[in-house]
């Protein structure tokens, strides 16, 4: 199974990639994931070559590769003039339409002040909606004040936790097949035969027996 996260952080050492970890950390806490991570900042002179020459640079392809591949995605982006970054933005513009159609995914930002903590819902959102993504229920948003506290700690509990439940193999339940089957019925909805073999009609009572017990004594 593969975990892709995707920081749009463009300092070192970045809160955005510090949160992405975590979130990558609380994830394969629940679920047994190979994790890559994608740090845009290092792809940011190949993502204008590719809006320019229409061709993306191989290390570029390989990491649009990955985020179509993945299992789940983790994306993460520090927030500019009330959104997500133009990098962020940019790069996914570049996924193809269909990659990312019922990928599970798990939000997050980052910011100076808990003003812009509705960017998950207002901006990173409806971008992974238009591209029929599973925008997972638990977003997160990390401003500078929230490092550290509570709060915040269970909030990437409860995202990893979502995410993880995502992403891992269900097994499917033993299904009695032959409890399933329905006897024949006619366009009214009654019986029209019973095959005891079938399991069907073991404790049924022909029409004219019931018929015969309601008509009185002659």
Request: aromatic fraction near 6%.
């Amino acid at each position: 199974m593969k975990l892709v996260v995707v920081s749009a952080g463009l300092s070192s050492p970045s809160s955005t990639r510090l949160l992405a970890d975590r979130l990558a950390a609380a994830t394969v806490a629940r679920v047994d994931a190979e994790v890559q991570v994608i740090e845009l900042r290092d792809h940011a002179t190949e993502i204008a070559q590719h809006f320019v020459t229409g061709f993306p640079p191989a290390r570029l392809a390989a990491a649009l590769d990955a985020v179509a591949a993945a299992d789940g995605l983790i994306a993460v982006s520090p927030v500019f003039s009330a959104s997500y970054s133009g990098l962020f933005k940019s790069f996914f513009d570049l996924i193809d339409k269909d990659a990312l159609t019922g990928k599970p995914v798990l939000l997050g930002a980052t910011g100076g002040t808990a003003r812009h903590s509705l960017v998950t819902e207002h901006a990173l959102r409806p971008l992974f909606t238009y591209l029929r993504a599973l925008a997972l229920p638990t977003a997160v948003y990390a401003a500078s004040e929230d490092w550290g506290e509570d709060g915040l700690a269970h909030r990437i509990t409860r995202a990893g936790d979502e995410l993880a439940r995502f992403v891992k193999p269900s097994e499917a339940p033993d299904v009695d097949t032959t409890a399933a089957i329905a006897p024949p019925r006619s366009s009214t909805g009654a019986i029209t035969s019973v095959d005891p073999k079938d399991g069907f009609g073991a404790n049924l009572v022909p029409f004219e027996q019931r018929l015969a017990a309601l008509r009185p004594d002659e």
